[in-house]
C-alpha cells in the first residue's frame, strides 16, 4: 500500500491517463453507437427537455465557466458556443455531445483503482473528485442535446 503523499503524486498521473484513456474510447467507437436510439443518450422524461437542469442546478449560472475539448486541444471540435447552425453542424454537435458525456461516464470508473494502491478512505475521496470533476459535465451535455434537437425539429417543421 502506498503512503498517502506517493498516492497523492500517483494519482496527478492516473487522473489524466484515464481521461485519455476514456476519450480515445469514444473516438474510437463507430458513429452509429452515438444515434438517438441508444439508451444511454436518450433524454428521460424527467429531464424535462433539459430544463430539469436548469430548474435544481441554475446551470445557466456556471456553464460559460467551463472549459470545453477544445480549450485543450485546438483539433477538438468547439462545443461552447455554436457559431455554425447548419443542420450538418448541429448534427455534428449532437454526436460530440454524446461523445463528451461518454467520455465523462467513463472517466468516473476508475475511482476504485485506488482501493489497490491506498486505503478505503483514499478511494472515497477520489469517488468524491470523479463525481465532481465529471458530473457537471454530463450535465452541461444533458442540458444542450435536448435543445438543440428541438431546435433542429422546428426547424424541420417551417
Same mark, same amino acid.
Given at each position: 500500500m502506498l503512503s498517502d503523499s506517493q498516492t @497523492?503524486? @500517483?494519482?496527478?498521473?492516473?487522473?489524466?491517463?484515464?481521461?485519455?484513456?476514456?476519450?480515445?474510447?469514444? *473516438?474510437?467507437?463507430?458513429?452509429?453507437?452515438? *444515434?438517438? *436510439?441508444?439508451v444511454l443518450f436518450k433524454t428521460k422524461k424527467w429531464e424535462k427537455g433539459g430544463s430539469f437542469y436548469q430548474t435544481y442546478f441554475r446551470i445557466k449560472s456556471w456553464k460559460e465557466y467551463m472549459p470545453d475539448s477544445s480549450f485543450f486541444n485546438k483539433n477538438k471540435y468547439a462545443k461552447k458556443r455554436i457559431t455554425d447552425f447548419s443542420d450538418e453542424n448541429l448534427y455534428r454537435f449532437l454526436i460530440e455531445s454524446r461523445k463528451a458525456e461518454l467520455v465523462h461516464i467513463l472517466s468516473v470508473l476508475p475511482f476504485w483503482v485506488w482501493i489497490i494502491i491506498s486505503r478505503v478512505e483514499v478511494m472515497l475521496l477520489m469517488l468524491l473528485y470523479a463525481l465532481i470533476a465529471n458530473i457537471p459535465c454530463i450535465i452541461i451535455q444533458r442540458y444542450n442535446r435536448p435543445r438543440i434537437k428541438e431546435y433542429l425539429n422546428r426547424r424541420k417543421e417551417l
Open positions: @497523492i503524486a @500517483i494519482s496527478f498521473i492516473l487522473w489524466p491517463t484515464f481521461q485519455f484513456i476514456a476519450s480515445r474510447i469514444a *473516438n474510437k467507437l463507430p458513429i452509429s453507437f452515438y *444515434n438517438d *436510439n441508444n
